[in-house]
C-alpha cells in the first residue's frame, strides 16, 4: 500500500486521553501505549528498515500542536514527518514539532536518523503520559476505509518540549498478527 499524501501531511485531528477511548485488541492498545522507542521496535520485528524523511521545514504548528505547546511560550518550530518503513512498507507516518533550540543544539544535523535514536540515548528528556487519536486511512491517501490509530507524547528537555506524534498506518503489525509469530513460525519450519 503506497503512501500519496505530501509534506506537510500534519495532524488536525482531536486527540484525547486513553482513558477516554476504548481501543479495539490488546496488540494495538500494546503498541499504542509502549513507551519504549517505536523506531527500535520496527527494527526489530523487519527484516529491512528504512526511514524516509517526508520534510523538515519551519512552520506555524496547528492549533491542537500549540495548545500543547503553551509552556514554550513564543519560539519557532520546525516539523519534522516521516515514515518508518518495515520490509519496504510504510508501518508509521510520524510528525514531530520540534522547538528551533533543540534543531540548534541537541537535534542538529538530524537528516534521515530516526529522531527515536536520539531522544531514547538521551536521558535528560522525559516523556509525557500518551494522547491517543483515530482517523480515516484516506487522510493519507491510502484507498479503502479502515480507521488509523495514532498516538503522541511530549518530550521535555530543560525549558523546552516537543512533540511526537505517529499513527500506525495499514501495514503496520498494531493491526494485526504479530510479526514476531510470523518470524518465529518461520524458523520453525
Known amino acids: 500500500m503506497s503512501f500519496n499524501a505530501t509534506f506537510p501531511v500534519g495532524l488536525a485531528v482531536n486527540w484525547q486521553a486513553p482513558s477516554g477511548i476504548t ?31 517526508l520534510g523538515q521545514h519551519t512552520q506555524i504548528p496547528h492549533d491542537n500542536e500549540l495548545s500543547l505547546l503553551h509552556a514554550n511560550g513564543e519560539t519557532s518550530y520546525q516539523a519534522r514527518e516521516i515514515l518508518l518503513c518495515g520490509d519496504h512498507q510504510p508501518w508509521v507516518f510520524a510528525r514531530s514539532i520540534i522547538p528551533q533550540a533543540f534543531v540548534d543544539s541537541e537535534l542538529s544535523g538530524l537528516g534521515r536518523e530516526p529522531l527515536g535514536k ?8 522525559t516523556r509525557s503520559a500518551f494522547q491517543l487519536c483515530t482517523m480515516p486511512a484516506s487522510q493519507f ?11 503522541r507524547s ?29 518470524v518465529e513460525s518461520e524458523k520453525q519450519l
Open 118 to 125: 536520539r531522544l531514547f540515548n538521551d536521558t535528560r528528556f
Open 23 to 53: 481501543i479495539p485488541n490488546a496488540q494495538l492498545k500494546n503498541w499504542l501505549l509502549d513507551t519504549g522507542s517505536l523506531t527500535a521496535r520496527v527494527q526489530s520485528l523487519s527484516n529491512h528498515f528504512s526511514l524516509e524523511l
Open 141 to 151: 491517501g491510502m484507498g479503502g476505509n479502515q480507521t488509523l490509530w495514532g498516538r
Open 154 to 182: 511530549l518530550f521535555t528537555l530543560d525549558n523546552y518540549s516537543m512533540i511526537v506524534a505517529e499513527v500506525f498506518l495499514p501495514a503496520s503489525p498494531a493491526y494485526g498478527e504479530s510479526v514476531t509469530s510470523k
